[in-house]
T-cell receptor
Framework: DAKTTQPPSMDCAEGRAANLPCNHS???????VYWYRQIHSQGPQYIIH???NNETNEMASLIITEDRKSSTLILPHATLRDTAVYYC???????????FGTGTSLTVIP | NAGVMQNPRHLVRRRGQEARLRCSPM?????VYWYRQLPEEGLKFMVY????????ESGMPKERFSAEFPKEGPSILRIQQVVRGDSAAYFC????????????FGEGSWLTVV
């Protein structure tokens, strides 16, 4: 599975959009981009995933560049409850396990 | 996270005792994954199981750790002769075959070895 690179930490003002970047320059054609988050002392929570098209659900939007070498998770209106570590993972659909890197620690500031 | 049930949520063991952690996957899920998270560290893959089969145990320590997912009942992660370094949060996740790409996590079991 391809490796991902994320900034270690970010701040975002409450109510503003949080844009979390992820680089995955070695992604291969059949690998999906997944985003999870882990709020302190809780289990990781699935957010969204995509292959090449942009995706949106009730939690977030995922923007994948045309060359698929990077992506951005967008939380449109961040709240204090969005403070968490966000993990970007690339994985083939026939892969067995998710490898979690160090993620981005997002702090939403009042 | 709703649906994947882990118990106990908190477990305290003395050095040398055994720890058993249980995971009931979401309804209809036949694939189970175990991860370990040491304090202030990231999630590390341990093992991937289907019913009655271990598919990938590349992340399991070679000694003292074992996992099973029987035909009936929950998946069990067993740690024998625990040491202080085993103190960690252990997370279970599950998926269906149809949604093999997305896994859903439980709330974790916190093991403290004293």
């Amino acid at each position: 599975d391809a490796k991902t690179t994320q900034p270690p930490s970010m701040d975002c003002a409450e109510g503003r959009a949080a844009n979390l970047p992820c680089n995955h320059s070695t992604i291969s054609g059949n690998e999906y981009v997944y985003w999870y988050r882990q709020i302190h002392s809780q289990g990781p929570q699935y957010i969204i995933h995509g292959l090449k098209n942009n995706e949106t659900n009730e939690m977030a939007s995922l923007i994948i560049t045309e060359d698929r070498k990077s992506s951005t998770l967008i939380l449109p209106h961040a709240t204090l409850r969005d403070t968490a570590v966000y993990y970007c993972i690339v994985r083939g659909n026939t892969g067995n396990q998710f490898y979690f890197g160090t993620g981005t620690s997002l702090t939403v500031i009042p | 996270n709703a649906g994947v049930m882990q118990n106990p949520r908190h477990l305290v063991r003395r050095r040398g005792q055994e720890a058993r952690l249980r995971c009931s996957p979401m309804k209809g899920h036949s694939h189970v994954y175990w991860y370990r998270q040491l304090p202030e560290e990231g999630l590390k893959f341990m093992v991937y199981l289907q019913k009655e089969n271990i598919i990938d145990e590349s992340g399991m320590p070679k000694e003292r750790f074992s996992a099973e997912f029987p035909k009936e009942g929950p998946s069990i992660l067993r740690i024998q002769q625990v040491v202080r370094g085993d103190s960690a949060a252990y997370f279970c996740a599950s998926s269906t075959r149809d949604t093999l790409g997305t896994i859903y996590f439980g709330e974790g079991s916190w093991l403290t070895v004293v």
